[in-house]
């Protein structure tokens, strides 16, 4: 069974910067060839896509968080980082690691991201 567990998520002010982490486990395949994701959902509204690793080795993100924010994938380790920087009141969330296997997706629990002062 695919597990995805997120850390890292915290409180910080704006300007500053947290990185989330989400684990794997229990792949089929090896984690190189899964398209790894992260989500945000805030308060009323819908869940949206971040940022996306495909099996490719392309990295794409949301309008709202170029520049800022960075994905990074450590194979080895079936890991996926995101690194946020710059953050703002609006990237308040809670954000979720995704991935898919075979038509099916799997969520993370999801980490809390408050930016306030």
């Known amino acids: 069974q695919v597990q995805l567990v997120e850390s890292g998520g915290g409180l910080v002010q704006p300007g500053g910067s947290l990185t989330l982490s989400c684990a794997a486990s229990?792949?089929?395949?090896?984690?190189?060839?899964?398209?790894m994701s992260w989500y945000r959902q805030a308060p009323g509204n819908q869940r949206e896509l971040v940022a996306t690793?495909?099996?490719?080795?392309?990295?794409n993100y949301a309008d709202s968080v170029k520049g800022r924010f960075t994905l990074s994938r450590h194979n080895a380790k079936n890991t996926v980082d995101l690194q946020m920087n710059s953050l703002k009141p609006e990237d308040t969330a809670v954000y979720y690691c995704?991935?898919?296997?075979?038509?099916?997706?799997?969520w993370g629990q999801g980490t809390q991201v408050t930016v306030s002062s």
């Open positions: 995704h991935t898919r296997q075979l038509n099916y997706d799997y």
């Open positions: 229990g792949l089929r395949f090896s984690f190189y060839a899964y398209a």
């Open positions: 690793s495909t099996s490719g080795g392309n990295t």
